[in-house]
């Protein structure tokens, strides 16, 4: 009854609302949900939607910190994930690949893929220092990775990277 009453107060034309859920009649503008979010906070409530895309937001930055900075432990990306986020890693797993399409693995396997193409590129580093840096196990691991994703072995993929930033190395 809450929720049907901010409903009406703020005109939001609705089907349905039951517990959790509201049926909207159309699409509502940005500006309205941000009043039906204010609204609803003021009673407690919070929409579902800001929390899964806060919580979806969070896991990529994790990912992203993880990838980017080197750790004095070892630790699982599922633990540095969930010390951050205090939600089972099972849950926040489940909900980022029913939003995203795709595993916190397999996010994590292609941002991982993208640091070893930045440092292909613009670094001097060999590729065992390449999969050192970026927590593969071996060359032979980040080289299959990387084939995966790219379709490319790292090698070629870096005299290609090569010849776009230098075209007139390009002989």
Do not use: C, W
Request: aromatic share 10%; net charge negative.
């Amino acid at each position: 009854m809450t929720v049907e009453k901010i409903l009406h107060d703020i005109d939001v034309p609705f089907t349905s609302v039951s517990l959790g859920e509201v049926e909207l009649a159309s699409p509502i503008p940005e500006e309205t949900v941000n009043k039906f979010e204010t609204a609803l906070k003021k009673v407690g409530f919070e929409l579902i939607e800001t929390r899964v895309k806060k919580i979806i937001e969070d896991i990529k930055k994790l990912v992203l910190e993880y990838i980017n900075h080197e750790h004095d432990e070892k630790i699982r990306l599922s633990s540095y994930i969930t010390r951050t986020i205090h939600y089972d890693y099972s849950y926040l797993s489940d909900l980022f690949s029913s939003v995203e399409g795709v595993t916190i693995e397999q996010f994590f396997i292609v941002q991982r893929i993208e640091k070893v193409k930045e440092l292909l590129v613009y670094e001097e580093l060999s590729l065992t220092e390449i999969a050192y840096q970026t927590g593969f196990s071996s060359v032979h691991h980040l080289s299959a990775q990387f084939k995966k994703v790219t379709g490319l072995t790292p090698t070629h993929f870096k005299k290609i990277g090569v010849a776009k930033r230098n075209p007139s190395d390009n002989r």
